[in-house]
């Protein structure tokens, strides 16, 4: 069994062709699990929602972003932040403006529904007895994820009684694996938007058997001209903002 794990993509489908492409060259996979924040952020929501449901059978979970699109929720300054400090109107208005244009870019070509149904987690039996657990962040939070220093205590409040062996997960857009309890916690990376200077893809493979499994990770480069030239085109209303992740040094 062997079982491709990608998260954060953010609307780039630059990113998730280079991706996939890869997948095939490393010999394919079973089956697809992309753990969350599909396709907000990002200058393409809809090609990428539409390559995700041409893939077979993907197994999927709601991230925050998703979320946003679909509740008007955001990660945003407060009003009473924005009272005490009017500069951070911009912010305000960036966010509000991107969140509701993947809202109608999804809505205007029927995808609306599709990141409204996503489930919370995605879970099975690998061949050995592995329970695995797919989540974007938490299993009490769509926000509180696992970082490489996530306490052993705070794995524990963030994943109560998760009833899993293996957790899987994006949201941080970096890649952990920690051990607590003895339940392994993964994090994959982020296919798009990357937080360093290291832009490239990551994502991992994970291969099962009966007698095991392990997770092979892989980063890739990826066309960063022709996402910024995507960018500029799209009309995003935070596009200043997105050129931030391709434009640096």
Request: net charge negative; glycine share 10%; proline share 4%.
């Amino acid at each position: 069994m062997r079982i491709a794990l990608l998260s954060d993509i953010h609307g780039n489908a630059v990113a998730l062709d280079a991706v996939l492409a890869d997948i095939e060259s490393q010999g394919g996979v079973d089956g697809y699990w992309i753990l969350g924040d599909h396709a907000n952020q990002g200058y393409d929501p809809v090609g990428v929602v539409a390559r995700i449901n041409g893939l077979p059978d993907p197994r999927c979970v709601t991230g925050n972003t998703d979320r946003y699109v679909v509740t008007g929720e955001r990660r945003g300054p407060s009003v009473e932040r924005l009272l005490q400090d009017p500069s951070l109107m911009t912010q305000l208005e960036s966010v509000e403006q991107g969140n509701g244009w993947a809202r109608g870019a999804l809505a205007a070509t029927g995808w609306f529904e599709w990141i409204r149904d996503l489930p919370f987690e995605q879970r099975t039996t690998l061949p050995d007895g592995t329970r695995l657990l797919g989540v974007h962040a938490s299993i009490i939070d769509g926000e509180l994820g696992v970082m490489s220093y996530t306490t052993d205590e705070e794995l524990g409040k963030r994943f109560p009684d998760c009833q899993a062996d293996l957790v899987v997960a994006g949201h941080t857009h970096e890649e952990a694996d920690l051990t607590f309890n003895g339940i392994r916690y993964v994090t994959v990376g982020c296919i798009a938007n990357s937080l360093t200077s290291d832009r490239r893809a990551c994502y991992s493979i994970l291969e099962a058997s009966e007698s095991g499994y392990q997770i092979i990770r892989r980063r890739i480069e990826f066309d960063y001209d022709r996402v910024i030239a995507g960018i500029k085109a799209s009309h995003h209303p935070s596009q200043k903002w997105l050129l931030k992740f391709y434009e640096r040094i």
